[in-house]
């Protein structure tokens, strides 16, 4: 393997960015990334969308059991991808039942790197690392995991944190 083709091979990789928004929050840090770091967006939704009041009764439930729904798109096929950055806002403080069943439908994602992240309004708890287990459990590593509460996005720094753990996971 030569020199010229390592670097022209990292200097060409580009992550895809896969997440669920619910209120357009994680869809506004999947697009920061997207701008920053380049690569393609996947969003991720229910298949029976919810009103506000189901997704603080049902979505919260089905988060909290750690469940999946029906999403759109079905399956994700990451094979042209050497690196996933994946996010979801918490519910319950767990990743909701969409992202879960993103995991699930994740196809030739097996010895891919990940970056995953969770936006919330205070405490994400156990969001990341029930997600990593699942990513793991897939055949994934997970190199990279950043909480964002509501009071750093608004400040931003947060924001920074994340691009430059997915820039730093793009080189590696």
């Given at each position: 393997?030569?020199?010229l083709?390592?670097?022209?091979h990292?200097?060409?990789?580009q992550?895809v960015?896969i997440?669920?928004s619910?209120?357009?929050v994680?869809?506004?840090?999947?697009?920061?990334v997207?701008?920053a770091?380049?690569?393609?967006?996947?969003?991720?939704?229910?298949?029976?969308?919810?009103s506000?009041m189901?997704?603080?009764?049902?979505?919260?439930?089905?988060?909290?059991?750690e469940?999946s729904e029906?999403?759109?798109p079905?399956c994700?096929?990451?094979?042209?991808y050497d690196?996933m950055?994946?996010?979801?806002?918490?519910?319950?403080w767990?990743?909701?039942p969409a992202?879960?069943?993103?995991i699930?439908?994740?196809?030739?994602?097996?010895g891919?790197?990940?970056?995953?992240?969770?936006?919330?309004g205070?405490?994400?708890?156990?969001?990341?690392l029930?997600?990593r287990?699942?990513?793991?459990?897939?055949?994934?590593l997970?190199v990279?995991?950043v909480?964002l509460?509501?009071?750093?996005i608004?400040?931003?720094?947060?924001i920074?944190?994340?691009?430059s753990?997915?820039s730093?996971?793009?080189v590696?």
């Amino acid at each position: 393997m030569s020199l010229l083709y390592l670097v022209s091979h990292l200097c060409t990789m580009q992550p895809v960015i896969i997440f669920h928004s619910y209120s357009g929050v994680t869809r506004g840090i999947a697009n920061a990334v997207m701008t920053a770091c380049g690569g393609d967006l996947i969003e991720v939704t229910p298949k029976e969308r919810y009103s506000k009041m189901s997704a603080y009764t049902l979505g919260c439930y089905r988060a909290l059991r750690e469940e999946s729904e029906p999403i759109d798109p079905e399956c994700i096929d990451v094979a042209s991808y050497d690196l996933m950055v994946i996010g979801t806002p918490v519910w319950a403080w767990k990743a909701t039942p969409a992202i879960n069943a993103a995991i699930l439908a994740l196809k030739n994602c097996e010895g891919r790197k990940a970056v995953i992240f969770a936006t919330c309004g205070a405490q994400a708890k156990d969001t990341l690392l029930i997600m990593r287990r699942s990513l793991e459990a897939r055949g994934v590593l997970v190199v990279g995991e950043v909480v964002l509460t509501k009071k750093e996005i608004e400040v931003g720094t947060k924001i920074q944190d994340l691009i430059s753990c997915v820039s730093s996971a793009m080189v590696r």
